[in-house]
């Protein structure tokens, strides 16, 4: 398929593409300011740049097509059951986006579940967007990445990123891509793996075992289990609960992943946690759901302060 009609698609099925590179406008598919050019298989845009960073990115991609292609995504996505997308989904509801972005779209599970006029999908695997594609039908899907999101600025109304955002070669790019692509008070919804420190960890058993109900026969199974036959659950404080290594993770804490979003021009709205919403459908106390709000008129770095 030409770059013509390669256009064309992407005008039907509701983009709106800038170049990845310089964000300028695309002519029949290419940026008149830097050349770059839409790539398109099966009538699914390519927006990978000729970066360093882009060509990392594919490779780390045929790593993400094999694993769709050699098991149910389902199963290894831990944590993204049926009742926690409905979950997010009833979070974007409440936002009432026009424009909203699922940036790691995978197989197009949550974008299903989002009602919204118009619906984005970004993913670095071919084989998760083509997955989405037949799920959810024409929609604006594309292969690319965070760090260089083919879209305007002030765009959308809420952009999410369901456990992706440990996985970012360059999280600060990625961030302030998002914050880019986000109108002024727009949200970014994140869900992170947390390492929880000791005194939380100790407040959340606290809250399980002592107050303001003492189950003392809780406490000793699960004394027992932590101490006496297994450290399996010491364990999954400290590590994502994923069945595959990921070739990339980063991790964060409760105080630093505060600061990179404040620094980023983020608010945070509320934090969605098991010990505050006990009936929240997340995978254990080191999930958390971020809900950001954008509070910046000037891009990240603008001035000396931010982003440090």
């Known amino acids: 398929?030409?770059?013509?009609?390669?256009?064309?698609?992407?005008?039907?099925?509701?983009?709106?593409?800038?170049?990845?590179?310089?964000?300028?406008?695309?002519?029949?598919g290419v940026c008149a300011g830097c050349g770059f050019k839409v790539d398109l298989l099966d009538e699914i845009p390519s927006l990978f740049?000729?970066?360093?960073?882009?060509?990392?990115?594919?490779?780390?991609?045929?790593?993400?097509?094999?694993?769709?292609?050699?098991?149910?995504?389902?199963a290894w996505e831990a944590g993204r059951g049926p009742e926690f997308i409905a979950y997010v989904a009833s979070l974007i509801r409440r936002m009432n986006p026009t424009r909203y972005l699922d940036i790691g779209c995978g197989q197009g599970r949550l974008l299903t579940a989002v009602s919204?006029?118009?619906k984005f999908g970004i993913d670095i695997s071919r084989k998760a967007v083509e997955s989405a594609v037949a799920l959810v039908g024409v929609m604006a899907l594309c292969q690319g990445i965070a760090e260089e999101l083919p879209y305007p600025d002030n765009f959308f109304d809420v952009v999410t990123g369901i456990g992706v955002m440990h996985h970012f070669?360059?999280?600060?790019?990625?961030?302030?891509?998002?914050?880019?692509?986000?109108?002024?008070?727009?949200?970014?919804?994140?869900?992170?793996?947390?390492?929880?420190?000791?005194?939380?960890?100790?407040?959340?058993?606290?809250?399980?075992?002592?107050?303001?109900?003492?189950?003392?026969?809780?406490?000793?199974?699960?004394?027992?289990?932590?101490?006496?036959?297994?450290?399996?659950?010491?364990?999954?404080?400290?590590?994502?609960?994923?069945?595959?290594?990921?070739?990339?993770?980063?991790?964060?804490?409760?105080?630093?992943?505060r600061r990179f979003f404040r620094r980023n021009g983020f608010r945070v709205r509320f934090v969605i946690t098991k010990r505050r919403m006990p009936d929240a459908p997340l995978a254990g106390h080191h999930r958390r759901i971020y809900v950001l709000e954008k509070t910046r008129a000037e891009a990240p770095g603008a001035t000396g302060r931010w982003g440090k």
Not at 15 to 28: H, I, T
Not at 50 to 74: M, Q
């Open 169 to 257: 070669l360059d999280g600060k790019t990625a961030i302030r891509e998002v914050w880019r692509v986000l109108r002024e008070g727009g949200c970014y919804i994140v869900n992170l793996f947390i390492e929880t420190p000791l005194s939380e960890r100790f407040r959340i058993k606290l809250s399980e075992f002592v107050y303001p109900r003492f189950r003392p026969t809780s406490l000793f199974r699960w004394a027992l289990a932590k101490y006496g036959r297994s450290s399996d659950e010491a364990a999954g404080d400290r590590c994502p609960p994923d069945s595959i290594v990921q070739p990339v993770y980063n991790g964060y804490t409760a105080w630093s992943v």
């Open 116 to 118: 919204a006029p118009q």
């Open 49 to 74: 740049s000729g970066s360093a960073l882009a060509n990392r990115y594919k490779e780390i991609a045929r790593f993400y097509d094999s694993v769709y292609e050699s098991r149910e995504p389902v």
């Open 1 to 28: 398929m030409d770059l013509r009609t390669a256009e064309q698609y992407g005008k039907k099925s509701g983009a709106l593409y800038v170049c990845p590179s310089c964000k300028g406008n695309l002519e029949d």
